[in-house]
């Protein structure tokens, strides 16, 4: 089993960058996928950015959020550029092995203008 950890949201300003962080634990040697989706309130949950695989990315964060990865941690980062409103949701780490069949609990972000 894989057990995910988000940690980093709250309450940022528009404009300013956030860093939101992953922790994985369990079998993650097994791993080959790893990912941050967002729900925003009232819509469907939807990929961001992930690692070896870019998928279909939100156009809206293209170029704005970026994924890392500190191994030695076992910890990936939502690295978040120029936050918008629009960018406010709960944020969920993701991982696999050649689907999202690991989640996360989520993390809320809010942003204000």
């Known amino acids: 089993q894989v057990q995910l950890v988000e940690s980093g949201g709250g309450l940022v300003q528009a404009g300013d960058s956030l860093r939101l962080s992953c922790t994985a634990s369990g079998r993650t040697f097994a791993l080959t996928l790893i990912g941050w989706f967002r729900q925003a309130p009232g819509e469907e949950r939807e990929f961001l950015v992930g690692?070896?695989?870019?998928?279909d990315s939100d156009p809206s964060v293209k170029g704005r959020f970026t994924i890392s990865r500190d191994r030695a941690k076992n910890t990936v980062h939502l690295e978040m550029n120029n936050m918008k409103p629009e960018d406010a949701g709960v944020y969920y780490c993701?991982?696999?092995?050649?689907?999202?069949?690991?989640w996360g609990q989520g993390t809320q972000v809010t942003v204000s203008s």
């Open positions: 993701a991982a696999g092995r050649g689907t999202w069949e690991y």
């Open positions: 690692t070896p695989w870019s998928g």
